[in-house]
């Protein structure tokens, strides 16, 4: 991202997050501050660090506490002291320790506070207090999904006409099919023809990569062949390589770690697989639709609102191998579906996740928030 106009007639929006490590929350602020840079100057405030994306976007604007673990009231004031110096006309926060931060600050400065919820999180009733009391002092709650937007309203008891739902979307042009991709597979070592089953997501608990190494177990044992292509780093990446070893895959699957160059690797692949258990609008299923691939992913969350069963892919149940192996059977052994879902998974992307779309409700959001401020 490169450094913004300093506009004086631009209202200036203060982010706070906790860094830009590898994630989809991260790419949706990254990719909001970008294309939003015309309209709005912003502003970054990253409570722990900058982390891997942050650094290879090159930010500016930013500044890093480099918080530490634990409750630390002396950054509400250092926060207090940057929207007072920089102007401040809007803050808007990402993840619940970034909203308890920026809702108190920005309470104590008068100045408005928005935050988006990135997904649905499992929450005990201390953690429903707390963000019921920290939205009373926001003005809006942007969930990013209907399901994380009911959660709002059901389970944390915030008002309904504080909550508005903005869609996750990408730059759908940045992650188009592209012709390079035989040189990309051949690079990974995967022979022409082997159909490639590939995931994107952190080797967390929540992604459950284990159930979906199940299911490669019985794709396997059925003499299927195939490539399971696993991009993401994470605390759980020693024990899937050893899951992978002991069900005899270790020449199936293909762990890449952490990779910068996802559109490359989105564009090798014959189908797109997301064996989470929870999710909010998923950023990598969105960007595997534009790049015309089919999906198999688990009926979680706000997955189903990406994912038109049967029709752009396949919604299984979570938690379960055996029917996450039968539909990548079924779309591994044939490519016409592949193509018709892929080619429709695409249409769906541009009319309805686009990260342009996505701007301008966020910047008509920033306007309304700050006129009736």
């Given at each position: 991202?490169?450094?913004?106009?300093?506009?004086?007639?631009?209202?200036?929006?203060?982010?706070?997050?906790?860094?830009?490590?590898?994630?989809?929350?991260?790419?949706?602020?990254?990719?909001?501050?970008?294309?939003?840079?015309?309209?709005?100057?912003?502003?970054?405030?990253?409570?722990?660090?900058?982390?891997?994306?942050?650094?290879?976007?090159?930010?500016?604007?930013?500044?890093?506490?480099?918080?530490?673990?634990?409750?630390?009231?002396?950054?509400?004031?250092?926060?207090?002291?940057?929207?007072?110096?920089?102007?401040?006309?809007?803050?808007?926060?990402?993840?619940?320790?970034?909203?308890?931060?920026?809702?108190?600050?920005?309470?104590?400065?008068?100045?408005?506070?928005?935050?988006?919820?990135?997904?649905?999180?499992?929450?005990?009733?201390?953690?429903?207090?707390?963000?019921?009391?920290?939205?009373?002092?926001?003005?809006?709650?942007?969930?990013?999904?209907?399901?994380?937007?009911?959660?709002?309203?059901?389970?944390?008891?915030?008002?309904?006409?504080?909550?508005?739902?903005?869609l996750n979307g990408v730059d759908i042009e940045a992650y188009s099919a592209r012709k390079d991709a035989a040189m990309n597979r051949l690079s990974l070592g995967i022979d022409a023809g082997v159909p490639i089953v590939g995931i994107v997501a952190r080797l967390a608990e929540v992604k459950d990569h284990a159930t979906l190494f199940q299911a490669c177990n019985i794709v396997n044992e059925k003499q299927i062949d195939f490539r399971l292509v696993v991009i993401g780093d994470g605390p759980l990446k020693g024990s899937l390589e050893k899951l992978s070893v002991s069900l005899g895959l270790h020449n199936k699957i293909l762990f890449t770690g952490t990779r910068h160059d996802i559109a490359d690797l989105l564009n090798i692949m014959d189908i797109f697989v997301l064996s989470s258990i929870s999710e909010g609008i998923s950023m990598t299923l969105i960007e595997a639709m534009s790049c015309s691939l089919p999906i198999v992913a688990t009926n979680v969350g706000g997955n189903p609102e990406v994912i038109i069963d049967g029709k752009t892919g396949f919604l299984v149940p979570s938690q379960n191998a055996a029917a996450l192996a039968d539909k990548l059977v079924l779309l591994i052994q044939n490519p016409d579906m592949r193509k018709r879902m892929g080619d429709a998974g695409r249409d769906r992307a541009v009319n309805n996740f686009s990260m342009q779309n996505a701007v301008l409700s966020y910047e008509e959001c920033y306007r309304q928030v700050i006129e009736n401020k």
């Open positions: 991202m490169s450094e913004q106009s300093t506009d004086s007639t631009k209202k200036i929006i203060l982010h706070i997050v906790i860094s830009f490590a590898t994630g989809g929350l991260e790419r949706v602020v990254l990719d909001l501050i970008q294309f939003s840079g015309d309209r709005f100057n912003h502003r970054v405030v990253c409570l722990e660090r900058i982390g891997d994306l942050g650094e290879a976007r090159r930010l500016k604007n930013v500044v890093c506490f480099e918080m530490k673990q634990g409750l630390h009231l002396k950054y509400v004031l250092d926060l207090c002291a940057i929207i007072k110096a920089g102007r401040i006309d809007l803050i808007h926060t990402h993840n619940e320790k970034a909203l308890f931060y920026g809702a108190i600050s920005g309470f104590m400065c008068g100045i408005p506070v928005v935050h988006t919820k990135h997904g649905k999180n499992r929450v005990n009733l201390k953690a429903r207090l707390r963000n019921n009391l920290l939205a009373r002092l926001c003005k809006r709650i942007i969930a990013v999904s209907r399901d994380a937007a009911a959660q709002c309203i059901r389970e944390e008891k915030i008002p309904p006409a504080k909550v508005m739902v903005v």
